[in-house]
Structure formats: structure tokens, C-alpha cells
């Protein structure tokens, strides 16, 4: 069977001119189809916008619109005949065609699509049925932007793969969720050639800083819930001040609306004002009247952007030294947005995967699918992800496949950041997370529990966080646990916390955390967990639990109020293959 190509709904295949057809489909990107049309008596030449639809053996290859169309005499003749080289854009051509002035609501992945949808989807455009709901995404605030470029955008913060297919369905998915109809083995006559081979660092990094925010000054509200005894608060960014004419430090154009004690109320960086700002810790406290009645208020100021923030990989540091790189995104102005799309792309700098590229003529590969790819000779078993599928009439009927993989599943960066030099600290949360496991099942997940005076007292180790066995070949890996302890009096004993599998324990590094008998007030410890690197099946299929450990012997002391809260941050990991 051979490939052919319509055009408005009509069969072309017989004027399309041998060996001109190209397909490039890269992921999450603009796809491309070229080919020659030939009208011998120059009656025929294809126009801007008819659709393009590209098959072989009953199989789509390709949808499209045409974009250009550029014609003139065959082979450059004065004659008759028009040569068309027909130039078309695959379905992201919608895409393009709408700008999103919105904001999306906070929620899932599938709920953000959902609203672009109802919004913003037409001339055929759908969301596929089979859309994950997806992680959670901040509230999301786009002016003019294209819509191709806002769900690159959520690929880009969920780590998920955009596709529009060919029947106008969008759908993002995670990495590894649809596989290749086919795997690459040894001597399995699948590659029509050699298989090249491309290690790089040309992405690397271990830090990550993301300058973010439109260029200059911008009005902030920013929302509070008090509690009616806590009397400081907060901020996610410095205020901008002072401004001249006020007294020497003071904050400018900064009112805290306090609904329950009348409306707004001052703030300075110096004594004499309602609220007193601390700029270094980017805090507000109220300094008169006490803390502020229970109640929703805000404070609204001005905040000088761009601003950034950072995340880094600490054994990544360790091993490789200190390697930064930049991106700015003047799209973003809330910082756990850019800290999201820091992670992000951390995550993706520190994998190092080699680059796979191959020529096959078996038909079915796209861009975003998983493969095996197999070749001892070139010392590869890795399952990839397909980045490209080039493909060109080689006559006969046949396409020859230019294949680019990508070793490992993590996900592709759909667009490229504008990246400059370094240009100082950054500003902001950081945030240190570790290489990505692999075939990750889902986004980091969190569970937590709380140890009450009481339940410490009476030896209590029943609270614990009881996350579900993930099921056969599946493990649930920490990566961090945090503990928060809040004394208003302390115990005479000492004890640890410790994280166990159903009784397998996992020992903290550096020791379980302890919480000491003299100590008062609240204490905060974050302690990264290190990846396994033996003994993984030993875990597989069963429960997480956070617990305490050498709890005897505490029998007096303390206070009614006192508590103890650990929070683990872990991934589910698919180790069926290892």
C-alpha cells in the first residue's frame, strides 16, 4: 500500500511530485507537512486554509491546514505547467489562532482545561474524554497569550505532553501513558540503518533561577484569614518603598484593610504606625491594638518586579558542583507559581539523558509515545520517550521515519525559556527536591499526622499516616520528612520519629528527629530522604506510615496544647522493570 495525500476533501495523490513529501512532528510543538503539486495544464493550484489529511494504508499520518502556498513554472519554466509547494500546519493552527485574556480558577489540571474549553475551544476543538484529571494548579492569569502557548504552559507546570490530534482533540497526558505500537530489540529488523547515540549536558543544571514578574512597579492584594491571637503575618513579596517624601524607612503605598477593626489601618517600617513591616523577613505584625479580630482582611501594595526564585538539588550540588541556569517568565507574578515552574525544570536539567535517533519504514510512531529501545552494540536498554518523527517519501510507496528519543520518562520541555546570564541571588523560597524516579506513577504526594500531649502521655503510637499499598511493582519512595513541634512545656524525656513500611524501618540520616525536654515554642526541622539505592523489593506493595519511636518512659511534663506534626513527601514509582 502507498501513501496518499487530499486536499479539500479531494484525492491529490497523482499531482503530488515524487519525493517532496515531508512530515515533521516534534512534541508538544507546531507540526509541519511539505510537498510539490504539479498541474500539468495549470488549472489547479491549492489555496491558503483548505484542510490537508496525509494517510498510508488507511492509517493517518497527518492534519492539517495549508499555510502557504507558493507557485510558479515547473522546474522554474516559462510553460504551462505550475509547480505549488503546498506548505501546511498541523491542528496547533487553531490553537494559535485564539489569545486567552483569563484567569483560571485554582484547581486540577483537567479542571483548567475544562474552563479553556468552554472558553476558548472552537472550529472543531474538543477535549479528549480520556483527559487526566491531573495535578493541581494554582490560580492562572494570562492576558493576550495564544492558547497554544497557555497549555504549553500547563505541559510545562504539570510535566504532561500536549497533543492535538488528529480528529481536533487536545489532550495533555503524562510521559509514558501511550506506548509506541512498537519496541526496538536486537536484530528485530525495526531499524532501517544505525542507531545513533548522544550524550549531552548541554541542558544540565543543579539550581534553577527564575526571574518572574512584568518589569516594574505593580499593585498586590494580598488575602489574610486571622485567627483573632496570631498577630504576624506572611507576605510572598517584599514591599516596595519607601517612597520619597515619607519619613526615612517608611513603606509606601501599603493599607491594611482590617474589616473587623474598622477598614484600613497604617503600616511603616518604623514604630508609630498600626502594622510594622519587617523587610528582611517580609512579615507584617501588629504592633497596636494586639493582634488583629478573627476574621478575613487584606493588605494591597506595591511590589517591584521582576523577582525570582530558586530550586536546586542538593546531591546533584554534592557530586557535580554548583551549575546554574536562568529563565525568565514575566507571564508569572505569584511565587509559588515560578517555584512550580523552577521544579519543573529542574527536574528535567538534572536527568542527563542521552539522545536516541534511528530510521525505520514501520509505520504507527508519534511524538510523545513510550518505546524500549534495545541495541547491545551501542551499550542501550532504555525506555525513551519519542521527541520527532521526520518523515520523507522515499518512492514506492514508502516513508522512511527519522526517529529522535529522548532516554528516560521524564517530561520534555514543550517550549524553550528565554535564559540569560546570571545576574545575582535570587529572592524568594527555594526549594531542594531530588532526581526523578523512575516511571514516576503521579506528581509528589503528602500525608501527615499529628501526635497530641495526651496520645504522648499514654504511649499513644497509634496516630500514623496510613497511605494505601500502591499495588504489585509499585513502592512508595520519601522524599523529605518534616516535623513541626509546639511545647508550650516541655517533657524529661527525649524521643524520635522514624518512617516505616509496615514495620520495615527506614533510617533518617543523621539520626531520627528528637524533640527535647527543655525546649519551648515552636521548631521546624525538613530533612531530605535520600533515593534507595538497594533492596527496593522489599518495599513493593506495601503501606506508608509515619510513627513514633522510643516513646517510653515519657510519663510527666508538657502542656495541654503542645503538639507534634510530621509530614512526608514521597513519589510512587513503578519498579515492575528493575
Not at 115 to 130: C, H, R
Not at 427 to 438: D, E
Not at 550 to 557: F, M, N, P, T
Request: hydrophobic letters at 40%; charged letters at 15%.
Amino acid at each position: 500500500m502507498a501513501w496518499a495525500v487530499t486536499i479539500n476533501a479531494v484525492d491529490r495523490t497523482t499531482l503530488v511530485q515524487g519525493a517532496t513529501l515531508r512530515i515533521q512532528a516534534p512534541i508538544s510543538n507546531r507540526g509541519t507537512c511539505s510537498f510539490t503539486i504539479v498541474s500539468e495544464d495549470g488549472s489547479y493550484i491549492p489555496e491558503l486554509g483548505w484542510p490537508v489529511v496525509v494517510t498510508k494504508d488507511a492509517a493517518t499520518l497527518f492534519t492539517g491546514v495549508i499555510e502557504r502556498a507558493p507557485h510558479s513554472g515547473f522546474n522554474r519554466s516559462t510553460t504551462t505547467p505550475i509547480a505549488t509547494a503546498v506548505q501546511a500546519v498541523d491542528n496547533v493552527y487553531y490553537l494559535e489562532r485564539r489569545l486567552v485574556t483569563s484567569t483560571i480558577p485554582a484547581g486540577t489540571l483537567e479542571d483548567a482545561l475544562d474552563f479553556l474549553e468552554a472558553e476558548y475551544f472552537d472550529n472543531g476543538l474538543t477535549l479528549d474524554a480520556a483527559q487526566p484529571t491531573g495535578p493541581n494548579l494554582p490560580e492562572l492569569t494570562y492576558t493576550n497569550t495564544p492558547l497554544s502557548a497557555v497549555l504549553n504552559d500547563l505541559a510545562t507546570r504539570t510535566g504532561y505532553i500536549r497533543r492535538v490530534d488528529f480528529d481536533l482533540t487536545v489532550l495533555l497526558y503524562a510521559p509514558g501513558a501511550i506506548a509506541a505500537p512498537f519496541d526496538i530489540a536486537d536484530d528485530d529488523g525495526q531499524i532501517d540503518g544505525d542507531l545513533d547515540v548522544e550524550p549531552s549536558d548541554a541542558d544540565y543544571a543543579n539550581r534553577v533561577v527564575v526571574v518572574y514578574g512584568p518589569d516594574g512597579l505593580k499593585d498586590k492584594t494580598v488575602p489574610f484569614t486571622a485567627d483573632g491571637s496570631e498577630d504576624t503575618f506572611q507576605l510572598p513579596y517584599p514591599i516596595a518603598g519607601p517612597i520619597p517624601g515619607t519619613n526615612a524607612g517608611a513603606v509606601g503605598y501599603a493599607i491594611v484593610n482590617v474589616p473587623a477593626e474598622g477598614g484600613n489601618e497604617s503600616i511603616a517600617s518604623v514604630s508609630g504606625a498600626i502594622w510594622l513591616y519587617d523587610h528582611a523577613a517580609m512579615t507584617i505584625q501588629r504592633v497596636i491594638g494586639g493582634a488583629p479580630a478573627a476574621g478575613d482582611f487584606s493588605i494591597t501594595f506595591e511590589v517591584l518586579f521582576p523577582q525570582s526564585v530558586s530550586a536546586e538539588d542538593a546531591g546533584e550540588i554534592s557530586a557535580r558542583g554548583l551549575w546554574e541556569r536562568r529563565y525568565e517568565r514575566p507571564d508569572i507574578e505569584h511565587p509559588d507559581e515560578a517555584l512550580q515552574f523552577a521544579e519543573a525544570q529542574l527536574a528535567l536539567a538534572i536527568a542527563r539523558p542521552r539522545t536516541l535517533r534511528y530510521p525505520t519504514t514501520t509505520d504507527g510512531l508519534r511524538p510523545g509515545q513510550e518505546q524500549a529501545i534495545e541495541a547491545t552494540i551501542r551499550q542501550v536498554d532504555a525506555t525513551c520517550i519519542i521527541q520527532q518523527v521526520n518523515s520523507r517519501d522515499i518512492g514506492g510507496g514508502q516513508l522512511l521515519h527519522e526517529v529522535t528519543a529522548i532516554e528516560g520518562t521524564a517530561s520534555p520541555r514543550p517550549w524553550q525559556s528565554t535564559i540569560s546570564g546570571w545576574s545575582g541571588p535570587a529572592v524568594g523560597p527555594g526549594s531542594t527536591i531530588p532526581a526523578t524516579p523512575p516511571d514516576l506513577n503521579s506528581a509528589v504526594k503528602f500525608a501527615s499526622v499529628t501526635l497530641t500531649h495526651a496520645q504522648i502521655l499514654t504511649l499513644d503510637t497509634a496516630p500514623t499516616v496510613m497511605v494505601p499499598a500502591p499495588g504489585a511493582g509499585f513502592v512508595h519512595v520519601p522524599i523529605a520528612l518534616a516535623v513541626v513541634q509546639n511545647f508550650t512545656v516541655g517533657y524529661g524525656q527525649s524521643v524520635d520519629w522514624a518512617v516505616t513500611w509496615t514495620g520495615a524501618a527506614f533510617t533518617m540520616p543523621n539520626g531520627a528527629h528528637s524533640f527535647v525536654s527543655t525546649f519551648t515554642g515552636e521548631y521546624f526541622i525538613n530533612r531530605a530522604i535520600p533515593t534507595f539505592d538497594a533492596g527496593l523489593s522489599i518495599f513493593e506493595n506495601k503501606a506508608l506510615e509515619i510513627a513514633t519511636a522510643g516513646l517510653a518512659g515519657i510519663s510527666s511534663g508538657g502542656d495541654a496544647a503542645n503538639e507534634l506534626v510530621a509530614t512526608v513527601a514521597y513519589f510512587t514509582v513503578d519498579v515492575s522493570a528493575i
